[in-house]
């Protein structure tokens, strides 16, 4: 059974950094399409960033040039460098194949205070 743990959420200031790794607990990551989404209070949740196997990336539009998106394969762990984070940002983020095949995770909050 796959396993998808999120972790790295906090509470930020708006301009602010975080990071947030997804550890899974087979070599998922080598073999399947990966994305970060995220769903924020009251709203569905939403794609966020996707990486391939050869490393081939893409991001929701209007998160380009702020988040990227990363895998480090031999730990089984994805990441999410999000920086200028934005009030808006604020939400629950999960990991999970492209498309969100797998049991969700509880995701990690993150919130970016004004």
């Known amino acids: 059974q796959v396993q998808l743990v999120e972790s790295g959420g906090g509470l930020v200031q708006a301009g602010g950094s975080l990071r947030l790794s997804c550890a899974a607990s087979?070599?998922?990551?080598?073999?399947?399409?990966m994305a970060w989404y995220r769903q924020a209070p009251g709203k569905q949740r939403e794609f966020v960033a996707r990486i391939t196997p050869s490393g081939f990336t893409n991001y929701a539009d209007s998160l380009k040039g702020r988040f990227t998106i990363s895998r480090d394969s031999a730990k089984n762990t994805m990441y999410l460098q999000m920086n200028s984070l934005k009030p808006e940002d604020t939400a629950n983020y999960y990991c999970?194949?492209?498309?969100?095949?797998?049991?969700w995770g509880q995701g990690t909050q993150v919130t970016v205070s004004s």
């Open positions: 087979r070599t998922i990551l080598r073999l399947n399409d």
């Open positions: 999970n194949q492209f498309p969100g095949k797998l049991p």
